[in-house]
């Protein structure tokens, strides 16, 4: 139904972008009261859609808002987004936020709606220049909060973060918090060091990334060694490559880190070898050969 590109979904219904308004009262709005999830979706068909809406009922659960809609409800929203979005590839958009109240109070009231919003976006991933040349970081002390494992739409501290490492020259930033270094900005971290691939540990300082997950599991099948454990700054400075992972930018390799080469400054063996697994999965999805 290609005359409905463009809609959005706002409160059980399609509109056109011009048309979809909330509140200046939704809590969202006021306060960032909201959570959200990204979900890539190739040839029409959701990439790991089980383990989206499970991160999406967690994120809601952990800011007590209740789920608007169950679990077959969640996936004939974004089945009916792909169909509205026409051929190609999509990101789904899903924010629920707390509501719109009658008082601006922080406190949570007992008797909202949630407002619910969703959208799909042409999906178009790393670009083959990004994946030829890698990115530039720099690391950032991460001033984010303690609840970094929930997806809240509270993304002020990302986005100063993300600005002040393109201020300082580099694309993106990899934070680090008591000398840890945890995540991108809206990346997961991986890094190749003496022949292991490791990312750190999930717990409230990171987000539970479903590209990570994926990347942990194909690693698993094709015998590529891995580890789980805490990744220091010296030992994020000293790797032989290190990565950054989401459902929009799926694997990126960085190839300078604070100005100075990551290895060759090129994007690594190990990189080369994920990203390839990683796109045999995609068109694996495609062919309608795996379940998403
Ligand atoms: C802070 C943060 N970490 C990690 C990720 C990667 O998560 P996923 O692979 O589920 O996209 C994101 C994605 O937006 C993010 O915002």
């Not at 929203?77 to 590839?89: C, F, M, P, R, Y």
């Not at 899903?94 to 909202?112: I, K, N």
């Not at 960085?254 to 068109?283: C, E, H």
């Not at 694996?284 to 050969?289: E, Q």
């Amino acid at each position: 139904m290609t005359d409905r590109v463009g809609e959005v979904y706002l409160n059980g219904r399609f509109l056109p972008l011009s048309e979809a308004h909330v509140s200046v009262m939704d809590r969202g709005f006021l306060f960032g009261d909201g959570v959200y999830e990204v979900i890539p979706a190739f040839g029409g068909h959701p990439f790991r859609l089980q383990h989206h809406l499970a991160r999406l009922r967690a994120s809601l659960a952990a800011v007590r808002i209740a789920s608007p809609m169950d679990e077959a409800g969640w996936r004939r929203l974004v089945n009916d987004l792909l169909d509205h979005a026409g051929a190609g590839d999509h990101s789904i958009y899903l924010q629920v936020t707390r509501g719109a109240d009658g008082r601006r109070d922080h406190s949570y009231p007992s008797d909202l709606k949630p407002t619910v919003l969703a959208m799909s976006r042409p999906l178009t991933g790393p670009s083959p220049e990004l994946l030829t040349k890698g990115l530039k970081a720099c690391t950032l002390e991460d001033i984010r909060w303690a609840r970094c494992d929930i997806k809240s739409t509270s993304l002020l501290a990302n986005i100063m973060l993300l600005q002040q490492a393109k201020e300082a020259g580099a694309e993106d930033a990899i934070l680090v918090r008591n000398g840890l270094a945890l995540e991108g900005t809206a990346s997961s971290l991986f890094i190749v060091r003496n022949g292991a691939l490791r990312t750190p540990p999930k717990g409230p300082f990171i987000l539970p990334g479903i590209t990570r997950d994926l990347v942990l599991e194909l690693a698993a099948a094709h015998g590529m060694a891995f580890e789980v454990e805490d990744i220091t700054a010296a030992e994020l400075a000293d790797a032989d490559e290190i990565w950054l992972t989401s459902s929009t930018r799926e694997i990126v390799p960085v190839t300078f880190l604070d100005s100075t080469p990551v290895g060759q400054g090129k994007p690594g063996r190990a990189w080369n070898r994920m990203n390839a697994w990683y796109q045999d999965s995609k068109i694996r999805l495609r062919m309608g050969l795996s379940a998403c």
